[in-house]
């Protein structure tokens, strides 16, 4: 009989509804929204918040105030508040905005590279390279995120070797971690454990980051392959909110609060206060002036768990 896997002791959530989630969203909340979205995400215990993106305004409104927003929240100690940029002018405006992290997007596929960023995957590794030069310049983290890793809504299937082949680059210019993108959550458990044993094999003393979606109802059962083989580092967005509007069928990041609530059932620890953040998704119902996709904030939190929502003993 095998012997039950191992799951890690504590999980790293990067929360992303302030970018990712609201970059998808007809309404665009005013900045003064966004930094109280900000300010109270950061206060849950939340210590990794993607911003916002540096890209032109006129293909992501939602983004367009971005520089405006970081010189407005309350930086917490401990927090690490990051931005997307494309190219190079985006590196240089987020670090003039003080972001703590640059995060450079690049697809797996031509087709959806062309779609995203309007650049060939070359295109985009030569705007990394100049990217990860303004960071170690400026002392700033430099990071990489591969989208359409599990597939591409324009190409299909994505190979293994050519997801690798890209990390392999991005490890070569400087980055400090890869993230792996399912964009258009095309995912499953299978090409999970295929995806992650493929970088361990690759980079052995890496550690992976997954931003996986829910668009097919797969994403924490693509979370427990990944914990199963190890994984403790993911990305996720307050109320379920936001996708990709530059991809087809990509809505449905997975939730914040509902990933949090079953790392806590599982007695995984991630830092994060379940029931504050229940209350800022609670907000951003309102602000958005709809319900959310998230099922914690209407099914409420299990009895079994500790009254504060921390993890089970």
Not at 43 to 71: C, H
Not at 94 to 109: E, K, T
Request: glycine share 10%.
């Amino acid at each position: 009989m095998n012997a039950l896997p191992r799951f890690p002791e504590h999980v790293s959530i990067r929360e992303v509804g302030p970018r990712d989630g609201l970059q998808n969203e007809d309404v665009i909340l005013t900045t003064a929204q966004k930094v109280q979205l900000i300010d109270r995400l950061a206060d849950t215990g939340l210590s990794l918040i993607e911003v916002g993106a540096f890209v032109r305004p006129a293909n992501v409104p939602q983004m367009a105030d971005t520089a405006d927003v970081f010189a407005a929240i309350s930086r917490r100690p401990g927090v690490v508040y990051s931005a997307i940029v494309p190219n190079a002018i985006g590196a240089r405006r987020a670090i003039a905005a003080r972001a703590d992290a640059l995060q450079v997007f690049l697809s797996a596929s031509e087709s959806h590279n062309r779609s995203n960023v309007n650049m060939s995957i070359a295109q985009s590794l030569t705007q990394a390279a100049d990217i990860a030069a303004l960071a170690r310049e400026a002392g700033v983290c430099f990071e990489a995120v591969v989208s359409v890793a599990f597939g591409c809504p324009f190409e299909g299937d994505v190979p293994l070797d050519r997801v690798m082949d890209l990390t392999a680059r991005l490890f070569d210019l400087g980055a400090e971690q890869v993230t792996f993108g399912d964009t258009t959550g095309m995912g499953h458990p299978a090409l999970v454990r295929d995806l992650v044993l493929a970088f361990y094999e690759r980079f052995p003393q890496a550690h992976p980051r997954l931003h996986l979606h829910s668009a097919r109802g797969a994403g924490l059962a693509n979370v427990l392959m990944a914990l199963s083989l190890g994984v403790d580092r993911f990305d996720a967005s307050v109320g379920g909110i936001g996708g990709c509007p530059f991809a087809p069928g990509a809505p449905g990041n997975i939730c914040t609060e509902d990933l949090v609530h079953m790392l806590h059932e599982m007695g995984i620890s991630t830092g994060i206060r379940l029931p504050a953040l229940l209350d800022v998704a609670r907000m951003l119902e309102g602000m958005l002036g709809r319900t959310v996709p998230g099922q914690t904030i209407k099914a409420g939190i299990c009895k079994h768990l500790p009254s504060d929502g921390a993890p089970r003993r």
